[in-house]
């Protein structure tokens, strides 16, 4: 584990269209410190090449091609397996960070000595235009409170692994990221937000967020089938859970 180090995990899939902006938005990072795992899950579009051209010009640039495609969870775990950092940062192909994303927020995790930390985000579109929406974020969040509704913005996220007594893996479960942030927060573990938007999420059609009755029912699954929750206590979670989306959206 190489103290310092930022390992971004970032799964791709026929991204062609938008890994470009994915990978500029870290090579402009101004905390230098950091290593981009890429994992292809059997892209068939011209991603592969563009990725394989930024592997040449930066050796920080990692590319890793699976030889099937399972998925996001698996992509995420092959290259959370290949990560030498202390720190593990998510970015998914298709979303943009600002360029001071990893300094403001290592700098903010070292000064709360947290495990896991978030930030605010901004709605942009598959042209880059804003949406107008920003996605705000409390100061800091308990498990009891994370199982109201999921805060923790994916691409936002920077856990410390220094701090963890378990090793990091994405489920194969929906909301496998969801799924992650319980786990560590059901061990005691505090995520600390820091309310400043440092990044910048796409929301396409065909985005799995944007499936609000599949979303609902993959969290109820996580409220019974992998938290074990007894089931009067789920529909009050489940009922928080929906008043939050509301507000969110």
């Not at 870290?26 to 051209?53: A, F, G, H, R």
């Not at 319980?182 to 910048?200: F, M, T």
């Amino acid at each position: 584990m190489k103290e310092n180090l930022v390992s971004i995990i970032t799964p791709m899939y026929n991204s062609g269209k938008f890994i470009r902006n994915t990978i500029e938005s870290v090579l402009k990072q101004t905390y230098e410190d950091w290593e981009m795992i890429i994992v292809d899950d059997c892209s068939k579009d011209e991603s592969p090449e563009i990725v394989k051209s930024y592997t040449k010009k930066d050796e920080r640039i990692k590319y890793i091609r699976v030889s099937e495609n399972k998925g996001v969870s698996n992509a995420r775990n092959v290259a959370l397996k290949n990560a030498s950092g202390r720190y593990i940062a998510f970015l998914d192909s298709d979303d943009i960070w600002e360029i001071t994303k990893l300094e403001k927020q290592i700098r903010f995790m070292k000064e709360k000595n947290c495990a896991i930390s978030f930030t605010s985000y901004e709605l942009i579109n598959e042209e880059n235009q804003k949406l107008n929406k920003v996605v705000g974020v409390p100061k800091s969040v308990d498990y009891k409170t994370l199982l109201k509704g999921n805060v923790l913005g994916c691409l936002t996220v920077v856990i410390d692994k220094s701090k963890l007594n378990f090793d990091i893996k994405m489920s194969g479960v929906r909301h496998e990221d969801y799924v992650l942030w319980l786990s560590i927060l059901k061990r005691g573990y505090i995520a600390y937000g820091l309310d400043e938007v440092l990044a910048q999420y796409r929301k396409s059609l065909t985005s799995l967020s944007g499936n609000k009755i599949k979303s609902a029912m993959w969290t109820w699954n996580i409220y019974r089938n992998i938290e074990k929750i007894p089931l009067y206590k789920s529909i009050y979670y489940f009922v928080n859970y929906s008043i939050n989306g509301i507000k969110k959206s």
